[in-house]
Structures are given as C-alpha cells and as structure tokens.
C-alpha cells in the first residue's frame, strides 16, 4: 500500500532526461515507486492528467534564516513549488553570531518584528527552527561577515592572530554542527575589509569539513572582472568548490564584460576547477539602500555610521564621490518607520523631490531616520545578459529572496518580486514564452543541480527511495504574478507541492503542513571533487 498516489502525470524527473508519463507512489516521507500503479494500491490518491510532477524546488540562494521564524510556514517559497532553501548567504546568517554584534542584530529584529533570537551556535539556532516546525526544508551555510563581525567589530583592518583563530574555530564547529559551507558578502561591511588571504585562510576550514565557498563578489560592475579573478584564486588557494552568487553584469557601461566574465569562469572550469554559478530570472537587484556608499562610509558599528552619515564634510564628500550614481534607476522598497512608508515604492530622485532635497542628502537622511534599515531596489541589469546567463550549463536559479507572505509582518513595504516569483517565472517566461530553456533543462537547474552542488544527498530526483518533495504544476498557465509595484502575488500554477511526503500546497493553497526539515551537512552526500559537467 502507498500512502498517496500521484496518477497520470507527466513526469519531469530532475535529471535533465525528458518527460515521461508515470504514476508516483509515496509511502511515508519517501517515493516508493514510480511507474505503473494501481490506484486501489493507495490510501489517497491525486490525479495529475495533464499536469507536470517534479521534484520540489531547490532554492540555494536564500536570505530566510530570521524570517522562517516569522513565517514557518514559508508561504512565498513553498507556493512557488519551492521544498528546499539554503540560507546564510551573502556573508549574513542566522548563526553563529556571538558579542556586540548579535546584541545589535537581535535589538533589529526584535523591534522591527518581535523576534526574540535565544541562540549563538548553529546547532542552537538549528534547534529553534526545528522546535518552530517548517514547511519547508531548510540548510545553512556560515556568513563570513556575521562570523568577522562577532570577532572584529566592524573594524576596517586584518584580524590578528588571535581573532583569525576565533574565525577559524567559528567555521569548524559551524560546519560540525552541520552548516553546508561559508558564504561571504564582499560588497558589505565588514567583509568588504577582509583580504584574499583571509577568505583563502576561512575557505581551507570550510572544505576540510566537506562544505563549499559561495560569494556575492567585491564587484558585479566596473571591477567585475578583477573580482572575478580574485574569487577564483581564493577558491583554488583553498581548494574549494567555489558558487558565484547572483552572477550578473551590473550597470550599462559593464553590460560589455559578460563575454569576459564567462570566459574567465570557462577557462577555470576547463581547468579542472569547481565553479558553479546561480541566479535570479530579473534584472533588478534588491538589497539595503547603504549599498551605494563608499566602503570607507560602512566602517565600525551603526553607531558610528549613523554618526559620520550626519557630518558635514562627509556629506560633501560623499555628493563629490556618488556623482555617477543613477538616482532614477533605485526604488525605495521598503522602511521601518510610519512617516518615511510615503517614499516606498518611489524611485530615489523621486522621493528626494517630494522631500525637498538633493538626493545625496536625501539618502543620507533616511538612513540616518531608519537607523540604515532602509530596502532598495536597484534597476541595473541587461535582459540580454540575464538569458545568456540563464542558459549556461553550471548556472543553477535561485531567488536571492527571503521569505514573505501576504499577511503579517512580512507582508510589509514593496519587496522585490523574485520574493514570490522567481520559480514560476523561469517556467512561464523562459520556458513556456520565449523558449529559451526546455523543460527539462530548466527543472534540473532547480532540483538535481543544486541538491548535488550543495550536498543535500536524497532529494532532487524523482527516483525510488528518494525524499518525496514533490511538485504538481500546469505547464500551459504556471506564470509569476509578482511586480516590482505590486509584488504581494503569489503565482498560478503550482497544484500541489509535497514536502517530505506531505501535501503542503493543496489546490495551490497552503494546507498548514510543517513537515520541513533542517537539512544538516551528511557525509552521504558530501560532493565529490572535480567539476560538473552537462
Ligand atoms: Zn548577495
């Protein structure tokens, strides 16, 4: 007997193979067999006629790790068909966080949300996720600059020894606990002051515990390229499987280097080096509105930026160095405070009109008002590059976002529209509309490609013995419904999503299921060494 039959549909298995018609049986949290079964073999039993069933998205570009305990039941990524996320990315995770820096991060949630965090360790904040009960799978990797931040402050200078050997021990027991590997956030604060050096240093830890490196770069524009080149030697010093995070070309005048920037990623490929890329199907990036100044301005604590954001001769500076910043092309996204939600949804010389200031001091002042907690969207990207980007081989999709949902307090501000479109999009758009990716192509990209990238043995293929995350969607009508003014939409499409077995999106409705999983670095899935092909 099987606990649920999926009859009839067509069966999309996540290898890249093509569709084939099949019924899924699922006993328990696994698939049990995939072929022909009789529907009296089943204690339930969903017709799939003309739909497609695949293995449950994979998200491994995720900045959920606070918001899953706000929303566990992960509305925005499970109605996208997602099952699986990895968090910690960008250099920020949940854990581990210890010292000044975590009192900071948890008074910011604790009066933007109510979020009360209790843990330190990996393994404490693993244990609160679990004691919540999610609908969704969850995995972390380490933040380098959460980790840089608890032991040097913001401090823009090397560590010494000792604090290196503070990070060192941090990324060891952090992946014993069970992490998947490091992550940095080479743009922002502190990691922005750390060298190669370091990230080799950190990097040669995280691979000796079986993870990998994933970077959002020092540059996605005018030093793209370099940075590149720097992440690439940072990961062959380490011998790191190396994930470029959110692989674009970012602003018009660099729109010139993908051709560049894909050799140079080719060519260490064809090298012999493990490098893999991921991105999101838009051409707006989304991140703080602080993400326009100059490193120099992010030093030390927010304290002390809030400070030097108020002073006159930095002021002056800062309106001679922004200079070339298209104020037009950033949307204000979202705030924390009453009197500033006017400005969300308005693009930044907009805003600072209706504010009756230059857009250097408008920014400047928000900042300041908001404690620097202000969400921008910034429009830089070429379509072009997107699908270029899209359709190579290594590139694995994923949707940069955290959780959201239609209700409560992550239904707040305009959040970027990949929060609740990212997977639907891929098929509606790129698949079904303009043909770019097949099917089975753009599947694999969402499930067989991260899981074995990232280590997450068992799931990702709709086979026998498998963890049933399972998706059910219309491939004639999936479509994202998300945008950049109107982003509170969840998509059409998506029927049925099961997590570990169990219907969780039902009709695309959330039935109220949690049975999501921490998904802990396993030996069993550990990735062997050398590139991926196909
Ligand atoms: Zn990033």
Redesign the pocket.
């Known amino acids: 007997m099987f606990d649920l039959i999926i009859a009839g549909a067509s069966v999309v298995d996540g290898s890249g193979s093509p569709p084939f018609t099949a019924d899924i049986g699922v006993a328990g949290d696994r698939i049990a067999a995939v072929g022909k079964i009789s529907e009296s073999q089943g204690r339930r039993v969903i017709r799939a006629d003309g739909l497609v069933a695949c293995p449950g998205f994979v998200d491994v ?1 995720s900045h959920s790790d606070y918001f899953l305990l706000l929303n566990p039941r992960a509305e925005s990524a499970v109605r996208q068909g997602v099952t699986s996320e990895i968090g910690g ?2 250099g920020y995770s949940a854990a581990p966080i210890w010292g000044s820096w975590k009192e900071e991060r948890d008074q910011t949630y604790r009066e933007l949300y109510g979020l009360d965090p209790q843990w330190r360790g990996v393994r404490e904040y693993f244990g609160q996720l679990a004691a919540e009960g999610l609908s969704i799978n969850f995995g972390l990797l380490l933040g380098h600059n959460t980790i840089r931040g608890s032991v040097l402050g913001g401090a823009a200078r090397p560590p010494d020894s000792g604090e290196m050997a503070a990070m060192i021990q941090a990324v060891r027991q952090g992946m014993q606990e069970g992490a998947l590997g490091l992550s940095t ?1 080479l743009i922002y604060a502190p990691a922005c002051f750390a060298s190669a050096e370091e990230l080799a240093t950190l990097g040669q830890v995280a691979r000796e515990e079986g993870g990998l490196l994933t970077c ?1 770069m020092r540059s996605e524009g005018d030093g793209l390229l370099e940075a590149i080149r720097e992440i690439l030697d940072v990961a062959r010093t380490a011998q790191i499987p190396l994930q470029i ?2 692989l674009k070309t970012s602003g018009e005048r660099n729109w010139g280097k993908l051709t560049e920037a894909l050799r140079l990623i080719e060519e260490a490929r064809s090298r012999g080096q493990d490098v893999a890329a991921d991105r999101y199907p838009y051409t707006a990036s989304n ?1 703080g509105l602080q993400a326009v100044l100059p490193a120099w301005a992010l030093e030390g604590s927010r304290v002390e930026q809030l400070a030097r954001l108020q002073d006159s001769s930095v002021r002056e500076r800062l309106k001679r160095e922004l200079t070339d910043r298209q104020w037009d092309r950033i949307m204000i996204a979202e705030v924390t405070r009453e009197g500033n939600r006017r400005y969300e949804g308005l693009e930044v010389s907009q805003a600072a009109a209706v504010a009756g200031k230059g857009p250097v001091d408008f920014v400047c002042d928000l900042l300041v008002e908001e404690e620097t907690r202000v969400d921008a969207i910034f429009f830089t990207m070429s379509e072009e590059n997107l699908q270029q980007i899209l359709t190579r081989p290594y590139v694995m999709v994923a949707s ?1 976002s955290g959780t959201r949902a239609h209700v409560g307090p992550l239904s707040r501000g305009r959040p970027h529209p990949r929060t609740f479109g990212t997977f639907p999009r891929v098929l509606g758009v790129y698949v079904r509309e303009k043909r770019l990716l097949d099917l089975p192509v753009a599947i694999r990209k969402m499930t067989f490609d991260p899981c074995r990238r990232f280590g997450l043995a068992g799931r990702g293929l709709i086979a026998p013995g498998n963890f049933a995350d399972v998706v059910l969607f219309d491939p004639d009508t999936v479509a994202d419904r998300s945008s950049y003014r109107e982003p509170i939409h969840y998509p059409h499409g998506i029927r049925y999503v099961l997590v570990n077995g169990v219907v969780t999106v039902e009709e695309g409705e959330h039935a109220g299921a949690r049975a999501g999983r921490v998904l802990r670095r396993s030996n069993e899935g550990t990735r062997r060494g050398g590139p991926e092909r196909g």
């Open positions: 570009h990315n960008c956030g959002h995070s959110h991140t940069d």
